[in-house]
């Protein structure tokens, strides 16, 4: 029964190893291969036109539709109570549009460059799964997750040769950074 248990522990070991000597790891920076496309640059030109002509004016239309209702509210002797009743209920949510816009203005902004970079991400993933797929990877990290890792398990190169994007030179394997000068 020992030697039973002892076999059963060998063959798992066994297993385990080929199963580990088969998986390959490899890593990349999503983040980087996202940043460096040519579509990216132009985010920023039309995030300030996003602004410029949607959320101003959201914003100048806040403020003007809440002084039409507080000066309807304050014209006691010409306006309704009834109508004074409903723009009562109104006024508070503007009051509070208008005092948190900085906040609805930057998450606005922020669901608009999410909406505007995500093919981004996806152009980056189906070119990384490509990839991991000819190079027979298992697994890919995102750079991030190590400190020290091979240069050679990079796939940053690779990635950005099928997106057909050109890395700087200090992203380009084995680069060295240039050395200062002695000061004498």
Same mark, same amino acid.
């Given at each position: *029964?020992?030697?039973?248990?002892?076999f059963?522990?060998? =063959?798992?070991?066994?297993?385990?190893?080929?199963? *580990?000597?088969q998986? +390959?790891?490899?890593?990349? /920076?999503?983040?980087t291969?996202?940043?460096? *496309?040519?579509?990216?640059?132009t985010?920023?030109? =039309?995030?300030?036109?996003y602004?410029?002509?949607? #959320?101003? $004016?959201?914003?100048?239309?806040?403020?003007?539709?809440y002084?039409?209702?507080? /000066?309807?509210?304050?014209?006691?002797?010409?306006t309704?109570?009834?109508?004074?009743?409903e723009?009562?209920k109104?006024?508070?949510?503007l !009051?509070?549009?208008?005092?948190?816009?900085?906040? !609805?203005?930057?998450?606005?902004?922020?669901?608009?460059?999410?909406?505007?970079?995500?093919?981004?991400? +996806?152009?980056?993933?189906?070119?990384?799964?490509?990839?991991?797929?000819e190079?027979?990877?298992t697994?890919?990290?995102?750079?991030?997750?190590?400190?020290i890792? &091979?240069?050679?398990?990079?796939?940053i190169v $690779?990635?950005?040769a099928?997106?057909? #994007? +050109?890395? &700087? &030179?200090?992203?380009?394997?084995?680069?060295? &950074?240039?050395?200062a $000068?002695?000061?004498?």
């Amino acid at each position: *029964m020992k030697k039973l248990k002892v076999f059963a522990v060998a =063959v798992c070991l066994l297993i385990a190893g080929n199963a *580990m000597s088969q998986s +390959k790891l490899g890593y990349v /920076s999503i983040e980087t291969l996202v940043q460096l *496309m040519p579509k990216y640059g132009t985010l920023d030109s =039309v995030l300030q036109r996003y602004q410029a002509d949607t #959320i101003q $004016p959201e914003y100048s239309s806040l403020v003007e539709q809440y002084n039409f209702n507080d /000066s309807l509210y304050r014209d006691s002797l010409h306006t309704p109570p009834s109508v004074r009743l409903e723009i009562s209920k109104k006024l508070p949510s503007l !009051i509070y549009q208008i005092q948190n816009w900085q906040q !609805i203005q930057q998450q606005a902004l922020e669901a608009k460059q999410n909406e505007l970079v995500q093919p981004l991400y +996806k152009e980056v993933y189906d070119a990384l799964t490509a990839v991991a797929k000819e190079k027979g990877y298992t697994h890919v990290f995102n750079r991030e997750a190590f400190l020290i890792a &091979p240069d050679g398990d990079n796939l940053i190169v $690779p990635v950005a040769a099928k997106l057909k #994007i +050109k890395l &700087p &030179p200090q992203l380009q394997p084995g680069y060295k &950074p240039p050395t200062a $000068p002695a000061i004498k």
